[in-house]
């Protein structure tokens, strides 16, 4: 696997990614900076834990489905700073989650929230494994937000109440407090032999695609194969500069040779 991160100037990294021989996780943090007084460890720390917890039950537990592996990373991170911190609010630290795991000659994936896996495939286009529901609900919201200095009071509130559609039916889901939100996790699987390889992308790089239009998916795995990770992130980077668009965390996990997994 090959992995790059570019995070916002002055900020700490808020993504997570690592890879085991038979699985690659990615994980973007979420959360509104200045919610130190609900939880004293922060985004970041939610989002390496979560990713750490979730490498190492790949590693040591094969028989149970990537969903019920999610549910158990979330409630040890959960259990490991509840007593310290107001895991229920809705402003503490969250995050989306993309895992691709090797299993008897299948490739199986899973998504829960904004982040997106792409399955290269040796004949036809490639398969995109996206969750649309937090974008589709956060479209509401875009015109609001955008009218309103970022950081202020009445920004905050804005955020508040999109994240009151998080983790609950006729909402959106992603990794938080409740481990039953890996049920509603995006899932499935296909033959290791009908791929060449797979990438991980946080919402951060998938702008390439989703918000820039700089490239389809296919475009988008064959610079990944020409060039690297890295040239999509740069070519973000130029796109967010070109059009005074904030940038965000950017990290992309491309895996190749998944048949000697």
């Known amino acids: 696997m090959t992995s790059v991160a570019a ?3 002055g900020r700490v990294n808020e993504d997570f990614t690592g890879a085991v021989p038979t699985a690659a996780v990615l994980i973007d943090g979420a959360g ?3 919610a130190e007084s609900i939880c004293r460890h922060g985004v970041a720390w939610y989002a390496s834990r979560l990713g750490g917890s979730l490498l190492g039950l790949l590693s040591l537990v094969r028989d149970r489905s990537l969903s019920a592996l999610l549910a158990d990373a979330i409630e040890q991170v959960t259990g490991d700073h509840r007593d310290t911190c107001d895991v229920a609010d809705p402003i503490s630290p969250s995050a989306t989650v993309a895992i691709l795991r090797l299993s008897d000659g299948l490739v199986e994936h899973l998504v829960l929230g904004d982040s997106v896996l792409v399955l290269d495939r040796a004949d036809g286009a490639p398969l995109v494994v996206s969750d649309p529901r937090e974008v589709v609900i956060s479209r509401s ?9 970022e950081g202020g009071d009445e920004y905050h509130r804005l955020l508040r109440e999109l994240r009151a559609n998080r983790n609950r039916p006729g909402g959106f889901w992603v990794a938080k407090d409740d481990p039953g939100a890996a049920d509603e996790a995006i899932t499935g699987s296909c033959p290791v032999s009908e791929l060449t390889g797979a990438v991980l992308l946080s919402n951060g790089a998938s702008r390439i695609v989703d918000r820039f239009r700089l490239a389809d998916w296919p475009g988008v795995m064959a610079v990944l194969a020409s060039s690297g990770p890295a040239e999509i992130i740069r070519r973000v980077r130029q796109a ?8 965000d965390d950017a990290t992309i996990a491309h895996c190749t040779d998944l048949g000697a997994g």
């Open 32 to 34: 509104i900076p200045g």
């Open 141 to 149: 919201y875009q015109a609001a937000l955008g009218a309103t200095v």
């Open 240 to 247: 967010e500069a070109r059009h005074a668009v904030p940038a």
């Open 7 to 9: 995070v916002r100037t």
